[in-house]
C-alpha cells in the first residue's frame, strides 16, 4: 500500500466506490480507498438476487445494536451495515425505489442551495439504466405508468422488473387502485403517489445483483491511478495545525497488526457511513469538547452536531395467511431443502423463480388516509398535530417539524411505504439478522405487508463511548419518541386493515387465517394499533443524518459542498450528510454530484 496519494477515501461502499470512480476519471488524478471488509463480489449470497436474507446477521455486516429503546418498550433493534467492498449496496433487498421531490426540494429550503431537485433530477437518471421486461410482464405487472422522459436509459447501475406471472403483484396495484390510490405517475417523476411495482437493482442480462462495485468499481479497477485496499481499520484522521485552520493530510491505519500513516495531499474523503463517519470524526478530535476530552482526546474543532440528527426508517407490519393454493416463498423462508434445491436450479439454468428477485417489488407510497380522506380529515390531522408538541431537542427541530407538517394534509405526498414480502415476517424477534425472516413460521404460507415511516420526526444520535477504534459507538436513534411519529405509523398501520379487505388482494387471502405473531386482534382499532407498533417496529437499515448538511448554526457538521466546517481538505460524501432521510438511498447521486 502506497503511503502517499492526492485523495484517501475511508470507506469502500456505495459513496466510496461512486467517488472514487469519478475522481479517477482524470488519469492525473491518483486515488486510494480504504474499506475495513473485505471483497466479496463473487460470493453467490452477494450476487444471486433472492439470496439476500442469508446475508443478514453475517460477517458481512458490521454487528451494530441500538440501545433499549424508550419508544418501543426498551426493545433493542439490530442495526446491521454492509462491512464489504460495495457497502450496503452488496447485501440489501435490492428495491430500486425513486425519491420525492417535495422531500429534495426541502433540502435547499434547509439551507443548502443548488441542493435542490431540479438540479439532481438529472443526475438521479444518469446513475441507472431501467429495463422494462417483456411486453406480456409489462402488462401483468401494471408497468403503464414509466414515463421515457425520466427513465434512466445509459446509467451504470442496472434496474428492471421480474419476468412472473404471480398474481399477487398484480392484486396489490389492483387493490390500491380500487381504494383511490392508483399510480400517480413514474416514481422517478418524484411525484408519485399510490400503489405501484417497483424496479429492483438487478442486471437483466445476468440476472445477478448490479452494486456500487458492478457499476462502479470494476469498469474502473484497472486503472492505474485507481488503489482499493480491503481489511484494514481506519483509526483516525490527521490533522496539520501550522495555518489557520487545521488541514486534514492523511488518516492513521491498521493493517496485519501494523500501524501506519497514508497522506492525502489533497483531501482526505470520509465515506464510512452514518454510524463509522461521526464515529471517525469524533476519534480525530472533530465533535462536542465535553465528550471527548473525557475521553483523552484533544479537541481539534468543538462541534456539538457531530453524530446528532440521526434518522432511520421505522416499520411495522403483518403476515395474513393466503388461501390454498397461492404460491409464496414460505417453505424458502423455513429452509425446505426442496424448495431451496427446485429454486436454484431454475435459477440457474433460466435465471427465473424465486432466487431471481430481490426482497420486495409490489409496494406504495400513501399519505395518511385519515389526514387526507373523508369530512374528518381536517380536524383528525389538527387534533394530531395539536397533541404532539415537538418532543425533539436540536437547533434543527423548528425546520424539521414544519416541513414534515406541511406534507401531512396533502393527498400528493407520501408519507408511507407500504411493500410486500410473499412470506411470514416475525416482527417480535428474539435474535437478529436471518432469524426475523426464517423463525417467522413453521407452517402454512403467507403475505406480509410492512409500512414504513417515510419521515419520522424523532431524531437520535451516534457517539463514541471510548478513545479505542475497535470499539462500537452507541447508537440511538429514539425511534417513535416524537409522539406524531406513532400517531402516523400507527395510522397507516390500521390502512392495511383495510387494503386486505379489499378485492382483488381478499381473494387470495384465507377466510379467518392465520397472522403473524402477536398481531392485534382488530387492526382497526387505533388503541391496539399504537401498541403493536411499539412492540413490533423494527428498522428498514435505512440510517441517515448523522453529520448533516446544514448551516453549522442549524445542527450542520458540512456545507453544501460537503467540507467539514472548521478544518480544510476533509468531506464527508455518505449517507450521514443527508439533512432529512430521504425515500430512497442517495449515494449514487451524491457521487455524481461530487
Known sequence: MESRHEFVIVGGGLAGLVVAARLTE???????????????????????PGLWPSLLGSDFYWDFRSTPQKGLDGKIIPLSQGKLLGGSSAINGQAF???????????????????????????FKKCHTLSRPSPAACDHLRLNYIDDTVRGTDGPVQASFPETDDPLPAAWVDTLAAL?????????????????????????????????????????????????????????????????????????????????????????????????????????????RERLEPLGIPVVVDNANVGENLQDHPNVGVSFEVADGVKTMDDLSRQDSEAIAAAMGEYVTKKTGPFAVGGNFAGSMLPVIDFVDGPESESTLKSALDASDDATPGLFS????????????????????????????????????????ENASSAGNFITIVVALLFPLSRGSVHIISADP?????????????????????????????????????????????????????????????EYTKTAALSCYHPTSSCAMLPRE??????????????????????????????????YCVGFFF
Open 398 to 437: 423548528p425546520y424539521h417539524a414544519s416541513f414534515v407538517h406541511s406534507l401531512l394534509g396533502r393527498r400528493s405526498e407520501g408519507t408511507g411505504n407500504f411493500f410486500t414480502y410473499a412470506a411470514c415476517g416475525n416482527f417480535m424477534p428474539e435474535g437478529s439478522g436471518a432469524s426475523i425472516i
Open 470 to 530: 475497535a470499539g462500537k459507538p452507541s447508537i440511538d436513534p429514539r425511534y417513535l419518541e416524537h409522539p406524531l411519529d406513532l400517531e402516523v405509523l400507527a395510522r397507516h398501520l390500521r390502512f392495511i386493515d383495510t387494503i386486505v379487505r379489499t378485492e382483488p388482494l381478499s381473494r387470495y387471502l384465507k377466510s379467518n387465517g392465520r397472522r403473524s405473531n402477536g398481531a392485534p386482534e382488530d387492526l382497526r382499532d387505533l388503541k391496539q394499533a399504537k
Open 26 to 48: 482524470d488519469p492525473n488524478t491518483s486515488v486510494l480507498v480504504l474499506e475495513a471488509g473485505g471483497n466479496h463480489t463473487t460470493d453467490p449470497r452477494v450476487r444471486t
Open 180 to 288: 383511490g390510490y392508483p399510480a400517480s405517475g413514474d416514481p422517478f417523476s418524484g411525484e408519485l403517489v399510490g400503489g405501484y411495482i417497483n424496479a429492483m437493482n438487478i442486471d437483466p442480462t445476468s440476472g445477478t445483483r448490479s452494486d456500487a462495485v458492478t457499476a462502479y468499481y470494476e469498469p474502473a479497477k484497472d486503472r492505474p491511478n485507481l488503489h482499493v485496499v480491503t481489511d484494514v481499520v481506519v483509526e483516525k484522521i490527521v490533522f496539520a495545525k501550522s495555518g489557520t485552520m487545521p488541514k486534514a493530510i492523511g488518516v492513521q491505519v491498521q493493517r496485519d497488526g501494523h500501524s501506519l500513516v497514508v497522506e492525502a495531499t489533497k483531501e482526505v474523503i470520509l465515506a464510512a457511513g452514518v454510524f463509522g463517519t461521526p464515529k471517525l470524526l469524533e476519534l480525530s478530535g472533530v465533535g462536542l
Open 97 to 123: 425505489v425513486a425519491n420525492s421531490k417535495s422531500a429534495i426540494d426541502a433540502w435547499a429550503q434547509f439551507g443548502n442551495p443548488s441542493w435542490d431537485w431540479k438540479t439532481l433530477a438529472p443526475y
Open 554 to 587: 442549524r445542527g450542520g457538521v458540512v456545507d453544501p459542498k460537503l467540507c467539514v466546517y472548521g478544518v480544510e481538505g476533509l468531506r464527508v460524501v455518505d449517507s450521514s450528510i443527508f439533512p432529512i432521510v430521504p425515500e430512497f438511498y442517495e449515494g
